[in-house]
């Protein structure tokens, strides 16, 4: 279990030298619950979307990216979520439980 964190905060880290959005950027919350929150954050010409479910079940986000992003695929640098796709300024993703999810372009 120990190793599995270690490896999880070494990717966190590792994406943090490499977005400056993560470090610099302007930050937006855009769902924040008792088990889910979602972050976009903006840097120049780097974007970034954070997603964090706490829950022990999956959870279902449902969000209104604009105008951060625009319509696209994102990709998950976590590697948590297979596929994510904006549409019309749009996001539907489903977490797995205690997950969290760093999208991109």
Wanted: aromatic share 8%.
């Amino acid at each position: 279990a120990e190793k599995s964190v270690r490896d999880h905060v070494a990717k966190w880290n590792a994406l943090r030298s490499k977005h400056p959005a993560i470090r610099y950027g302007s930050r937006r919350a855009i769902l924040a619950d008792r088990d889910t929150y979602a972050v976009a954050r903006a840097y120049l010409n780097d974007r970034v979307l954070l997603l964090y479910n706490r829950s022990d079940k999956p959870a279902k986000f449902e969000l209104n990216l604009g105008p951060e992003f625009s319509d696209g695929p994102l990709q998950d640098q976590l590697g948590t979520l297979k596929e994510a796709k904006v549409k019309n300024g749009f996001l539907e993703a489903s977490l797995p439980a205690l997950s969290s999810a760093l999208l991109s372009r």
